[in-house]
Every structure is written in C-alpha cells, then in structure tokens.
C-alpha cells in the first residue's frame, strides 16, 4: 500500500521545526528516522496532513557530556549512540541496548529522539530512559521543558508531549561510583520486537550493599514500566544475599494489563519477563563486582 497525500516540510532549524508544529498541530507529525512511522503511514494505520522532517537540523544531533549527565540530541542516529565513546563509558545500559534494535539499516536510519518519542512499550530506548530516570527536553511555542521520564510515557505509542511540542533532546544521569548494567529480551527473530524483557542498573556501597537500583521491563505493559517491588527487595541487601529468581517473580508478581498476542499469552510474557529480570540482574550484579576488586 501506498501513505495517503502529505505535504512535507525540511526546516533547518529548531524554531522553524516548531513554528511548522504550531502552524499544523494535530494534523502534523514529526519524522525523525522514519523507521517506525513510515511503515505505519505505508499500511495505513495512521495518516498525517504534513511532515515535519527533523533530519536536517544540525542542532538536534550530537552527543555532549555535561556535569553528571550525557545529552544526546533528538536527531542523533542509533547507530551513532551505539559507537560514541562517550556513550558507552558514561551509559553503558543504553550502549548496550542499541544492538538489540532491529539491525543496523535500521540503526543507521533510526534515531534516539524519534524511538523514545514513539513509545513503544517494546522498544529498548524507552525502556532505558525509564530505567535511569532521563529527562526529554522539548521545544514549543511555549518555551522549553524537561519532562521526567516517569512522566513522559503516558500509554502505547502516547507521550505527555502537546501537539506543537517537538522532542530536541534527552538527558542521561551518569551513574557514578561501583556500578552495573544488564539488558536481556528475548524475541521471535533477532531484529523482532521483544516478547519481553528488561533493563537493570545498580549501585553498590564499600559494603557490597545494593544502594541504588532500577528495572524497567521491556514489552509487558502499555509503557515502558519500573519494576517498584522488585527494586525494594533489593535494596539494602549485600550482593551476594540477591537470589536473582526471586527478584524476577517480585517484577512481575503484581503487573496488570500485559498484552497478549499470536508471539505469546500474558502469563507466558510475564513468565518470561521474570527470566530476563533474573538474567539482567545477575548481569549487573557480576558487573559491579568486577568494579570493586
């Protein structure tokens, strides 16, 4: 199938990007990498009178490392994330995740702001922002502002952001001290979307304590979702006192609205979903070991 008729826009600036989304409104859509919405206009499920093509603003791409945090501009491909040095050294979770996105057409096409501004619960991006509490900065009107992600993901493919708001950039924390990270998911083929799975971080004090610790899950509800209960069993506890399969069934014990389909039913999505907490956990647990000796 063919997209319906649309008119499409190239700004080269942030304002002009934003004058063109006040301009049109509900009737306009931003395209980053296209790798998510051009596939959706082709088999027409959704439809938009004009497209604003943000791949031209040199603004909105790059990665820049500030005072505890890394700022990645919205533009700034996938592929790009995944090989940056300073990506990797200061937010290992979200270097890691990007090979688990698609392939690398994909990624090379694809961009951070156009996957977290999708917000499919399935994706990795988003699960990531969710999971080290990143900020997404937008551009209105109106002015500016930096939308924690735990506000930012409102239900499947649906952000807090106004019709006229255009995403620019999103804010990493960097995670200091004694630390480690685990991404697992599993899917049908590699470059599916994930069944299920999940993000984890954690921080460690000089007592092997978990003082800090965050999962998100990837694919089992409308959002990218904090596993709460599991991250209170695990705080406080000394590394080696984790038993990661009970951290897994606490993630998932109390989740309500986990989609089924033809690639599995709720409960095997939540069956697995455990395992993968368990995997990921015990990744970065084994990771932040390693830091301390």
């Known amino acids: 199938m063919k997209p319906a ?14 004058d063109l989304m006040a301009e049109f409104g509900d009737g ?6 296209g790798q998510s919405l051009i596939p959706m206009l082709a088999l027409r499920l959704t439809a938009f009178d004009h497209l604003v093509d943000i791949g031209r ?15 990645i501009g ?5 592929a790009e994330v995944g090989s940056s040095p300073a990506v990797g050294s200061s937010v290992p979770l979200l270097a890691r995740a990007t ?38 900065e937008t551009e209105s009107p109106r002015g500016s502002r930096s939308i924690p992600a735990g506000d ?23 995670w200091p001290g004694r630390t480690g990270f685990g991404i697992e998911e599993i899917s049908r083929r590699h470059g599916d979307f994930a069944i299920a799975g999940a993000a984890v971080a954690v921080e460690v004090d000089g007592d092997d304590r978990i003082r ?19 991250e209170q ?35 095997y999505r939540k069956r697995v979903g455990a395992v993968m907490v368990a995997r990921a956990l015990a990744a970065a647990i084994r990771e932040a070991c390693r830091d301390g000796e």
Not at 28 to 33: E, F, S, T
Not at 57 to 71: L, N, S, Y
Not at 74 to 78: D, H, M, N, R, S
Request: net charge negative; proline share 7%; hydrophobic share 45%.
């Open 5 to 18: 008729a649309f008119q499409y826009h190239a700004p080269t600036t942030v304002g002009g990007a934003v």
């Open 28 to 33: 306009a859509k931003v395209l980053a990498g």
């Open 57 to 71: 603003i040199p603004a909105m791409r790059g990665v820049e490392r500030g005072d505890g945090t890394i700022r």
């Open 74 to 78: 919205a533009g700034t491909t996938e």
């Open 99 to 136: 090979p688990l996105i698609g392939h690398f057409q994909i990624r090379n096409r694809g961009t951070l702001g156009g996957s977290i501004a999708h917000a499919d619960p399935a994706a990795e991006y988003p699960a990531v922002a969710a999971a080290l509490d990143a900020h997404m």
């Open 152 to 174: 930012f993901f409102r239900g499947l493919w649906t952000t807090s952001m106004e019709p006229d708001e255009v995403l620019v950039g999103v804010s990493f924390p960097i």
């Open 212 to 230: 800090r610790c965050a999962i998100s899950l990837i694919g089992l509800g409308p959002t990218p979702l904090r596993a709460a209960p599991a």
């Open 233 to 267: 069993y695990l705080v406080g506890r000394r590394m080696a006192e984790v038993e990661a399969q009970e951290a897994g069934g606490a993630a998932v014990a109390d989740l309500e609205s986990v989609p089924a389909d033809l690639h599995g039913t709720a409960d």
